[in-house]
């Protein structure tokens, strides 16, 4: 960290000795349009992603915590992704949704529709991240709402349904509540994962199309590898961790109002 903060603060190519310049970089990419693009772009991802990732973990946990045949079975297939390749993950997704011969526009052709551009066209590209992120994830968001559920007494919910309160009202009012430090820890940990999203964008449309799904992390990247701009690049890097760390301390603080630890 101490040696990106000093890059940062230069003019360097990976190759020629560095060139002092403070605070150049910073200004340059606080001026810069394609900055705050990759930000732009970045948010959107989290926004979709975050939203996804957590009902749809938290409907599997749910599921998943009731006595099933072959639960443990499920819930090692649900988790299979996680431990899966990224680059995997990410070609993957890119054959299901390649919008000539994927399967799912194959399957959506069926209900006589017509599918999406999908990762070729820029405004489906980044939902196709935001579907293959999600998938991935889903698994990590699904252990850790279900070991929050089970650490919900059920007494508690035996109680309310003598009580005479619904299913619906028993997840609400008790469910959620004591369910709000694992919803905690994976807003957080979602959340930075979303900041530093890069391999699927890399993989799969390598920030295109037409710059659609240039986030920070892709920016970061190239700012390095292609154009030679490491000092920028560096810069970039403690933007981002300033932004991450701020979001991150505003959770933190917050959480006393939702967070029930009782």
């Known amino acids: 960290m101490a040696g990106s903060l000093w890059t940062s603060l230069h003019e360097w190519n990976l190759i020629t000795p560095m060139k002092w ?3 150049d970089n910073y200004a340059r990419l606080l001026a810069s349009e394609e900055t705050r693009a990759a930000f732009g772009h970045t948010l959107y991802f989290i926004a979709g992603y975050l939203p996804l990732v957590y009902a749809g973990g ?19 297939i649900y988790f299979l992704p996680v431990v899966t390749s990224w680059v995997v993950v990410a070609l993957l997704w890119k054959w299901l949704l390649n919008p000539a011969s994927g399967i799912v526009n194959w399957a959506i052709g069926l209900f006589g529709l017509e599918g999406p551009g999908w990762w070729t066209d820029p405004d ?3 939902p196709s991240i935001i579907l293959a992120s999600a998938w991935k994830d889903l698994g990590f968001v699904m252990i850790i709402l279900l070991a929050g559920l089970q650490a919900i007494p059920n007494e508690y919910l035996e109680a309310a349904r003598v009580d005479g ?14 369910l709000s430090p694992s919803t905690f820890f994976v807003v957080v940990i979602s959340l930075i994962n979303g900041f530093q999203v890069f391999d699927q964008v890399h993989v799969m449309t390598g ?15 190239n700012l390095t590898f292609k154009y030679g701009r490491a000092g ?31």
Do not use: C, H
């Open 165 to 178: 309160a619904n299913a619906w009202q028993r997840f609400r009012r008790i469910t959620l509540p004591l």
């Open 207 to 221: 920030g295109g199309p037409a710059g659609a799904t240039q986030v920070v992390v892709e920016q970061v990247y």
């Open 21 to 23: 310049v403070g605070l």
């Open 124 to 126: 489906w590209a980044m």
């Open 58 to 76: 938290l409907g599997l946990a749910m599921l998943l915590n009731r006595a099933m045949k072959g639960r443990d079975i499920f819930r090692a």
């Open 232 to 262: 920028e690049a560096s810069a970039l890097s403690w933007l981002l961790f300033a932004v991450v760390l701020v979001v991150t301390l505003i959770q933190v603080r917050g959480q006393r109002r939702w967070v029930n630890y009782g």
